[in-house]
């Protein structure tokens, strides 16, 4: 009698667990954001005889003063222009000139690209898991111990069914999750 109460709860636990449908369990999507950032650093300088360069007029103001003049003359001048595309990407051009020549040209350039990589990971979860274990009991009325083996069926979406034998006794048990 005790073999067939036994053969009968574990056919209605069968039958529990694999009714239903399971088509019906959504994937775990996962998306990674990331931002990629990379520098370009241009620098060159070229040298005043390799610049072309054309005379746009010639100033016919008579001016006595001949040492003011060449003072102006031998002067080294540094000009300097500085094109912001936003607030990383620049265009630095800096220009050293004397005796009425360009005698050395630089150019500075800094751009940051920024990549934004969307990755996504689509993964399918468990639909049922079986765990194994040991089973150990007391009996209170008579203070035996025993030993057995247990499993438990983790289903989604349904809960948790367990079955247990021990050398005293058998279990059969039920759990969701609230």
Known sequence: MKEVVITLLVA???????????????????THVDTIV????????KKGDSIPFVVLG??????????????????????SDTFRIDTDNYVSIQDTISKNKIIGRSYFSNFTQKTIRI?????????????????????????????????????PKKGLFTFGATTNQYTLGYYTKF
């Open 58 to 79: 010639i100033d016919t103001m008579t001016i006595h003063d001949t040492l003011r003049i060449l003072q102006d003359y031998a002067y080294v001048r540094a000009y």
């Open 12 to 30: 209605v636990l069968i039958l529990f667990i694999f009714k239903g449908n399971h088509n019906n369990i959504e994937p775990i999507v996962v």
């Open 38 to 45: 990379k520098h370009d650093t241009l620098r060159k300088f």
């Open 119 to 155: 990755e996504t990971i689509k993964t399918e979860p468990f639909k049922t898991e079986v765990y194994l274990g040991l089973l150990g009991d007391l009996r209170r009325f008579d203070e035996k111990v025993g030993i057995g083996v247990g499993i438990a069926i983790k289903v």
